[in-house]
């Protein structure tokens, strides 16, 4: 019986090949940075939001993985297209913020670990204070965000009180770069 054992002997003289071919090129220096990676899937997650006015994204991690993603969205089961989206409108049913869950509140009750002790929150705008009480009770110990929005209300100033007295750590993102581009019509996969 033949087997060509030379077949064999090439795949494994050609897989040596690639492989100290491989070896001898420098890794890349155009990835993205762990940082700038869990901000912008926080960012990602915002648009999947249907607020007209506000779309806001959060990414919690432990230990360099993600924990828990969530975005600014109706409880489910009430419909986007029934419940209202309004703001300071003249009946006060109609007021979104009655509805809306907040990427924080989406973020921490999708968490898939069984506590987030100890972990980071990054998030596309600084917390209110409904949100600020669920992350300090749910163990996170630092917050990073991207954006402020009237930082002298005093519902975000309620939450840098709470943050301060609960010695949870805050600092406001500075990207590695601007701009994050997704193509998917660009053949990118240069793995080969
Ligand atoms: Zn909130």
Redesign the pocket.
Known sequence: MNHHPTDSSEVTSNSFREDSQTKTQKKRDDYLEWKDYFMAVAVLAAKRSKDPNCQVGACIVKDLKIVGVGYNGMPSGCSDDEFPWGKEVSNPLDEKSLYVC????NAIINKNISDLKDCSIYVSLF?????AKLIIQSGIREVVYLSEKKPYKPKYMASRRMFLAAGIKCRQFIPKQDKIEINFTTNNNDIL
């Open positions: 907040h990427a924080e509140m917390p209110c204070n409904e949100c």
